[in-house]
Nanobody
C-alpha cells in the first residue's frame, strides 16, 4: 500500500506562486502514474494535472495549462506541482493520488491512495 502526503499549501495573493509536494512511502512509487486534483467547498474533486511513470508525459486541465507544471523525482519518491499566476479560482484543497495505468488519466475514479490534502487559498 502506498501512502501519500501532500504539503506546500498556504495563503498567497493573486498573481503569486506556490509549489506543492506529494511524498510517497510504502510500496514502490515508480510504477505509478500520479495526479493532482483539487476540491473547493461544495464542489466535486476536479482534475488538475497528471504525470506518467517516467515523467515523460504530462497532462493538464485547461484551466491551469500554461500556469501549473507537474514534475516528479522518482529518486525522492516525490511529485511536485508548481503553481504560478494563481488566482482566487484556484482556491481549494489539493490532493495527489496514484493511477495504476502507465499513461495518466484525467478522472478521479481511476486514482487511489489519496493523501490528506493541502489547503491553497488565493486572495484577491
Amino acid at each position: 500500500q502506498v501512502q501519500l502526503v501532500e504539503s506546500g499549501g498556504g495563503l498567497v495573493q493573486a498573481g503569486g506562486s506556490l509549489r506543492l509536494s506529494c511524498v510517497a512511502s510504502g510500496r514502490s512509487f515508480i510504477p505509478y502514474a500520479m495526479g493532482w486534483f483539487r476540491q473547493a467547498p461544495g464542489k466535486e474533486r476536479e482534475f488538475v494535472a497528471a504525470i506518467s511513470r517516467s515523467g515523460g508525459i504530462t497532462y493538464y486541465a485547461d484551466s491551469v495549462k500554461g500556469r501549473f507544471t507537474i514534475s516528479r523525482d522518482n529518486a525522492k519518491y516525490t511529485v511536485y506541482l508548481q503553481m504560478n499566476s494563481l488566482n482566487p479560482d484556484d482556491t481549494a484543497v489539493y490532493y495527489c493520488g496514484k493511477d495504476d495505468a502507465e499513461i495518466p488519466r484525467g478522472t478521479a475514479y481511476y486514482y487511489d491512495s489519496w493523501g490528506q490534502g493541502t489547503q491553497v487559498t488565493v486572495s484577491s
